[in-house]
């Protein structure tokens, strides 16, 4: 059975961090990148970045210098880093895995219909 699964979300405050997980099982986690997206309700799903299968990470513009993400292939777990939290940043949280043949450098990594696993979410908010 394939799966994904978000851990870590919760409460913090504004200005703080937190860090998610994504563990995945039941397919090859080293052939897939993996990204990191999240949705308000009443609002499309926003990508936030991908983290490639040979380790490089794309951003995206509203995340850079904030959130960082990495990966334990050995675990079949990426992280999502998330700092300087900003009530903005409330929404649920998903992870997901996009099957990658060779280097993955477009910005196309974004885009939720790239992917071909989900996570069921974990939401995150942060109060002011």
């Known amino acids: 059975e394939i799966r994904l699964v978000e851990s870590g979300g919760g409460l913090v405050q504004a200005g703080g961090s937190l860090r998610l997980s994504c563990t995945a099982s039941g397919f090859p986690f080293d052939d897939f990148a993996i990204g990191w997206f999240r949705q308000v309700p009443g609002k499309e799903r926003e990508g936030l970045l991908c983290?490639?299968?040979?380790?490089?990470?794309i951003y995206g513009d509203s995340v850079k210098g904030r959130f960082t993400a990495s990966r334990d292939d050995g675990k079949n777990t990426a992280y999502l880093q998330m700092s300087a939290l900003d009530p903005e940043d409330t929404a649920i949280y998903y992870c997901a895995a996009r099957f990658t043949v060779g280097q993955l450098r477009s910005m196309r990594a974004l885009a939720p219909v790239e992917y071909n696993y989900w996570g069921q979410g974990t939401q995150v908010t942060v109060s002011s």
């Open positions: 983290i490639t299968n040979d380790d490089y990470t």
